[in-house]
């Protein structure tokens, strides 16, 4: 009975990790790749290919690589410039936060964009003839608009990052898959489906809790009869 209850409270304690790791790195994601989204839709052409340079990398890098390099590979940085003392040494929570973010952001911003470029242009042009300037006819009429229209592709990304989240058990952060392994070697490999089964359904209550409250938002921001509804 001990060993339920302590096995109970190290899960609960690590789906709060792993709910905080997701709410982070999302957020990051969506502080990078709103500017992105922008700037690939309306910057000049090395900015362009600088974004697509980016999104290409953290979309065609396996996550555990990116994790990687941040908290392993950056503290090799001195190496590189010639000083081996030089080091970036990231704390473990940090380093996930920022590989898992910034992974995010190059599909966030592939989600902004074509939100995006779903708006009518002439919206923009009247804007335009009405006296805005660029920048602000793009974040006061078109942003605005393309915030409501990305939330199903913004609640399918946050899911997603919801799942990739067990990949910090390689840094060593409590989250959920840290803390079912450090249960099952307690148990000296006794449980293993009683721990996992679970923590399976954590995560699909996770996600199902998560796409009811962006669904909730989504429903409260619809205009009748601009949008299909949502199947």
């Given at each position: 009975m001990?060993?339920?209850?302590?096995?109970?409270?190290?899960v609960?304690?690590?789906?709060?990790?792993?709910?905080?790791?997701?709410?982070?790195?999302?957020?990051?994601?969506?502080?990078?790749?709103?500017?992105?989204?922008?700037?690939?839709?309306?910057?000049n052409?090395?900015?362009?290919?600088?974004?697509?340079?980016?999104?290409?990398?953290?979309?065609?890098?396996?996550?555990?690589?990116?994790?990687?390099?941040?908290?392993f590979?950056?503290?090799?940085?001195?190496?590189?410039?010639?000083?081996?003392?030089f080091?970036?040494?990231?704390?473990?929570?940090l380093?996930?936060?920022?590989a898992?973010?910034?992974?995010?952001?190059?599909?966030?911003?592939?989600?902004?964009?074509?939100?995006?470029?779903?708006?009518?242009?002439?919206?923009?042009?009247?804007?335009?003839?009405?006296?805005m300037?660029?920048?602000e006819?793009?974040?006061?009429?078109i942003?605005?608009?393309?915030?409501?229209?990305?939330?199903?592709?913004?609640?399918n990304?946050?899911?997603?990052?919801?799942?990739?989240?067990?990949?910090?058990?390689?840094?060593?952060?409590?989250?959920?898959l840290?803390?079912?392994?450090?249960i099952?070697?307690?148990a000296?490999?006794?449980?293993?489906f009683e721990?996992l089964?679970p923590?399976?359904?954590?995560y699909?209550?996770?996600?199902?809790?998560?796409?009811?409250?962006f669904g909730?938002?989504?429903d409260?921001?619809?205009?009748?009869?601009?949008?299909?509804?949502?199947r």
């Amino acid at each position: 009975m001990e060993f339920l209850f302590y096995s109970v409270l190290a899960v609960l304690k690590g789906a709060g990790v792993t709910l905080l790791v997701t709410v982070c790195s999302i957020l990051v994601g969506f502080v990078l790749g709103v500017p992105l989204a922008v700037l690939r839709t309306y910057g000049n052409k090395f900015v362009k290919w600088m974004i697509q340079l980016y999104e290409g990398f953290f979309r065609g890098t396996p996550h555990i690589v990116t994790l990687f390099i941040f908290y392993f590979g950056l503290r090799h940085t001195g190496e590189i410039f010639g000083n081996p003392e030089f080091q970036i040494a990231l704390p473990p929570f940090l380093a996930a936060v920022l590989a898992l973010g910034m992974t995010s952001s190059a599909y966030l911003s592939l989600i902004f964009r074509s939100a995006i470029q779903s708006i009518s242009k002439d919206q923009y042009d009247a804007a335009r003839s009405l006296g805005m300037g660029k920048w602000e006819a793009i974040f006061r009429i078109i942003l605005v608009q393309a915030f409501r229209l990305s939330i199903p592709g913004f609640t399918n990304e946050f899911t997603i990052v919801l799942k990739d989240s067990p990949i910090t058990y390689v840094v060593a952060i409590p989250e959920m898959l840290t803390q079912a392994r450090g249960i099952i070697d307690s148990a000296m490999g006794k449980v293993f489906f009683e721990v996992l089964i679970p923590i399976s359904a954590l995560y699909f209550l996770f996600f199902v809790v998560s796409k009811r409250l962006f669904g909730l938002i989504e429903d409260n921001l619809k205009i009748p009869g601009y949008e299909l509804e949502r199947r």
